[in-house]
């Protein structure tokens, strides 16, 4: 079963950048499509972004777009999120999921494989 571990989370201030990577343990069926999620407390985990492999674009939520860029090294198995102009609405625990779909889907129940987290905090 795919491994996946995210890192490069951390505390910034309003309108800096970060860059957010997640490692999958290995390149198979089970991460053609690979995916970032947030979650904020109280809140319920939404959709961020996602790409498929070999894409060189990716899918966005309106609330990104223009902000952030997915990208894939599909060498390396690694899914990168680059985050700029971040705002404290970015806040939250950022989490990497993988699927076997050659379709991307924006719901969290559509995937099975889920990295730990890693927390962006911007503040104000």
């Known amino acids: 079963q795919v491994r996946l571990v995210e890192s490069g989370g951390g505390l910034v201030q309003a309108g800096d950048s970060l860059r957010l990577s997640c490692v999958a343990s290995?390149?198979?069926?089970?991460?053609?499509?690979m995916a970032w999620f947030r979650q904020a407390p109280g809140k319920e985990r939404e959709f961020v972004a996602a790409i498929r492999r070999g894409d060189r674009n990716a899918v966005y939520a309106d609330s990104v777009k223009g902000r952030f860029t997915a990208s894939r090294d599909d060498a390396a198995n690694t899914v990168y999120l680059q985050m700029n102009s971040l705002k404290p609405e970015d806040t939250a625990v950022y989490y990497c999921?993988?699927?076997?779909?050659?379709?991307?889907?924006?719901?969290?129940?559509?995937?099975?494989?889920w990295g730990q987290g890693t927390q962006v905090t911007v503040s104000s």
């Open positions: 290995e390149r198979t069926g089970r991460n053609n499509v």
């Open positions: 999921a993988a699927d076997g779909s050659l379709v991307v889907y924006t719901t969290p129940a559509h995937y099975d494989a």
